[in-house]
Nanobody, 118 residues
Framework: QVQLVESGGGLVQAGGSLRLSCVDS???????????MGWYRQAPGKQRELVAR???????IYEDFLKGRFTASRVNAENTVYLQMNSLKPEDTAVYYC?????????WGQGTQVTVSS
């Protein structure tokens, strides 16, 4: 059973930092380690978009608009992925989700709200 649980969001001023966590409690350790995991976000009135992805070995790819502000990591032994977000901007305000990439599970977690004030 797919269970993705995101946490760590909150309200922060522009220029601040947050660290998001996501636990995939539905996958076995072996399966999780094989999965590339993505961090996605959905801003109000916009479609969900991919922000970053990280493969089982820890290699990461980021969308160009991040310009090096975010860092994804993972601890396979804990079925957990992280997103360290620095130099946050108001346009980063969104609900952040994790899921597999490129083929997400059909069920998404509740996400974690990130709000950046100017």
């Amino acid at each position: 059973q797919v269970q993705l649980v995101e946490s760590g969001g909150g309200l922060v001023q522009a220029g601040g930092s947050l660290r998001l966590s996501c636990v995939d409690s539905g996958a076995s350790g072996e399966i999780f380690r094989l999965n590339t995991m993505g961090w996605y976000r959905q801003a109000p009135g916009k479609q969900r978009e991919l922000v970053a992805r990280i493969n089982g070995g820890g290699d990461t790819i980021y969308e160009d608009f991040l310009k090096g502000r975010f860092t994804a990591s993972r601890v396979n032994a804990e079925n957990t992925v992280y997103l360290q977000m620095n130099s946050l901007k108001p346009e980063d305000t969104a609900v952040y989700y994790c899921n597999k990439w490129p083929a997400p599970y059909p069920y998404w977690g509740q996400g974690t709200q990130v709000t950046v004030s100017s």
